[in-house]
């Protein structure tokens, strides 16, 4: 059995962390909810896991092999809300198998310093007719790795940077549990 772990940010609400667990809960992903990695900040988004263990690693020395050490037993690792670089010790320790959502299609709107808010507005700032969301492998860089599903969503007129993250995170619900399953299941490229 495939054991999935979620790696939370400091800044998440948690939302595609319950998306996932849902999902392995019902059987769309074919995966045992193992554990939810989150640093303390986060712990509050963590709450929500049920009965998923949480166990809190926060930045600083050694944050890599502390957060290897977290995660040993997982068979993949979704990132949920996570900001940072992840240090590469996690890459190695789970090649091909660590995945990320971020809210924008990308290679569009992605990068340092893209996240949250600041990719809605750079998408309607752009006048872009569509948004949505990527999964993507994660590699030493921001949001490079390659996609492994996009969902689409339309960008209205009358959207603000809140109402367009509400319509793309409601797309991401769907399509996170869609692509985990798929690498499960070996249907995606690695
Ligand atoms: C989502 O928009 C996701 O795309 C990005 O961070 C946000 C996390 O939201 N990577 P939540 O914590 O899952 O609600």
Redesign the pocket.
């Known amino acids: 059995m495939e054991r999935l772990a979620i790696l ?2 400091a ?9 996932l667990l849902k999902a392995c809960a019902e059987g769309t992903i074919p995966a045992e909810a193992y554990r939810v990695v989150a640093p303390r900040e986060g712990t509050d ?1 963590a709450a929500n896991a049920g009965d998923v263990d949480v166990t809190v690693v926060e930045p600083g020395e050694h944050y890599g092999l502390r957060l290897v050490q977290a995660l040993q037993g997982a068979t993949i690792v979704c ?5 940072r670089l992840l240090p590469v010790e996690v890459l190695h320790a789970f090649p091909g198998r660590v995945l ?4 924008s299609l990308l290679p569009r709107h992605g990068g340092a310093g893209m ?2 808010r600041r ?1 809605h507005e750079a998408v309607l700032a752009s006048g872009d007719a569509e948004s949505g ?1 990527s999964v993507h492998y994660v590699t030493d860089q921001y949001d490079e790795g390659d996609v492994i599903l996009q969902g689409r969503c339309p960008v209205l007129p009358e959207d603000t940077p809140e109402s367009l ?1 509400a319509r ?2 409601e797309v ?1 619900h769907r399509v996170y549990p869609e692509a985990v399953a798929r690498v499960l299941r070996g249907d995606a490229h690695e």
Do not use: D, Q, W
């Open positions: 939370v940010g800044k998440g609400r948690g939302s595609n962390m319950v998306a988004a990132l949920a809300g996570f900001t990320n959502i971020h809210p996240y949250g990719v969301c993250a793309v995170l991401e």
